[in-house]
Nanobody, 124 residues
Framework: QVQLIESGGGLVQAGGSLRLACASSGRTCSMYPMGWFRQATGKEREFVAGINWSGGITDYADSVKGRFTISRDNTKNTVYLQMNSLQPEDTAVYYC?????????????????WGKGTLVTVSS
């Protein structure tokens, strides 16, 4: 069993930055593709960023390309999401996700484990 615990959410003004972290416990996620998804009020959960097991391959939603960076430290079983130039439309609950197998996790269907989420609020 895998537990994913997100941290780093909060309130920030437009143009600001936040760094989210996702720590895994239980079975190690160091060999799993990991990702970040978000869900705004009244909307479906959507893909934000994904990273393969080694950190050598990443992918981003078009809406965050050039602003967000996903990374991982397998020695700490932790995945990060650096978010810069935040905008009010980035306001959402951000969820950490882990998948089994190789490649990347870019869809909710591919997720095997979810964190409980951390709220990011961007004020205008």
């Amino acid at each position: 069993q895998v537990q994913l615990i997100e941290s780093g959410g909060g309130l920030v003004q437009a143009g600001g930055s936040l760094r989210l972290a996702c720590a895994s416990s239980g079975r190690t996620c160091s060999m799993y593709p990991m990702g970040w998804f978000r869900q705004a009020t009244g909307k479906e959960r959507e893909f934000v960023a994904g990273i393969n097991w080694s950190g050598g391959i990443t992918d981003y939603a078009d809406s965050v390309k050039g602003r967000f960076t996903i990374s991982r430290d397998n020695t700490k079983n932790t995945v990060y999401l650096q978010m810069n130039s935040l905008q009010p439309e980035d306001t959402a609950v951000y969820y950490c996700a882990a998948a089994l197998g190789g490649g990347l996790v870019t869809t909710t269907m591919g997720v095997r484990y979810w964190g409980k989420g951390t709220l990011v609020t961007v004020s205008s």
